[in-house]
């Protein structure tokens, strides 16, 4: 049996038996737009699915985080990847942030962004990163 929240809608024991072993997990599809800022992310997230904005900030702010993936910032601004995703419906806000930042950095070759930016005469990847930010704005 796997770990997650069900709905049960079943009258014979014989279904409820099918159901916990053949189970369909219940999740939730976001899509995450490009270009989003954490804070319309977080407005997006506590309206269309509940989530709870202060620990989407708090997420954000993650230190840990943060530092695993040596971002140079006090924020993940610009790190949450832009796709579609399905996630168990009841992930939390840390899980969910964490993820999407992972994801970014499985999707984005900093080593050749940071070539990249050079070659254009920027400091860093990071450099582009905000400046494709604000021109996309």
Not at 3 to 10: D, F
Not at 56 to 65: H, N, V
Not at 97 to 125: C, H, P, Q, T
């Amino acid at each position: 049996i796997l770990a997650g929240s069900y709905e049960v809608k079943c009258s014979p024991v014989w279904e409820l038996i099918k159901k916990l072993r053949f189970p369909k997990l219940l999740y939730l599809k976001i899509t995450i737009h490009e270009g989003m800022s954490n804070k319309e992310l977080a407005d997006y997230l506590s309206t269309k699915y509940g989530f709870n904005k202060k620990k989407l900030f708090s997420a954000y702010r993650d230190k840990e985080i943060i530092a695993r993936y040596h971002i140079p910032s006090d924020t993940l601004e610009g790190s949450l990847y832009p796709n579609t995703y399905f996630f168990p419906v009841n992930i939390g806000e840390r899980k969910l942030v964490e993820y999407l930042v992972k994801e970014f950095f499985k999707e984005i070759d900093v080593r050749e962004g940071e070539k990249l930016a050079v070659k254009v005469g920027l400091k860093s990847f990071y450099e582009a990163l905000i400046l494709a930010s604000i021109v996309e704005k």
